[in-house]
Nanobody
């Protein structure tokens, strides 16, 4: 019965930093065996994996975003975050957080719309 919820700005200006948080309830993000990931979907496009933070605090960002994306966590708040620098209008998308199990994703947040525009 784990639940996830994204939060952050709905509008970001080009060249600025996008920061999103995912708050987890019903289970600790430090629980063995899980990772916590970020996925996005741009208008008319498919789901795009961005990266994740593992239960031990190690991170893995996909090469497409490695130069400008970071993932952190705050275990005292049971949340993890995504930070994407130098955003452009092409970063406009619905951003999701999700729990990762060994062979798939078993829980998702509802998603949050982020628009990059001046």
């Amino acid at each position: 019965q784990v639940q996830l919820q994204e939060s952050g700005p709905g509008l970001v200006k080009p060249s600025q930093m996008l920061s999103l948080a995912c708050t987890v309830s019903g289970g600790a993000i430090t629980t063995n065996g899980y990772a916590w990931g970020w996925i996005r979907q741009a208008p008319g496009k498919g789901l795009e994996w961005m990266g994740a933070i593992k239960y031990d605090g190690t991170t893995d960002v996909t090469p497409l975003f490695k130069s400008r994306a970071s993932i952190f966590w705050d275990t005292s708040k049971n949340q993890f975050s995504l930070h994407l620098s130098s955003v452009t209008p092409e970063d406009t998308a619905v951003y999701y957080c999700a729990r990762v199990i060994p062979y798939g994703l078993d829980a998702w947040g509802q998603g949050t719309q982020v628009t990059v525009s001046s």
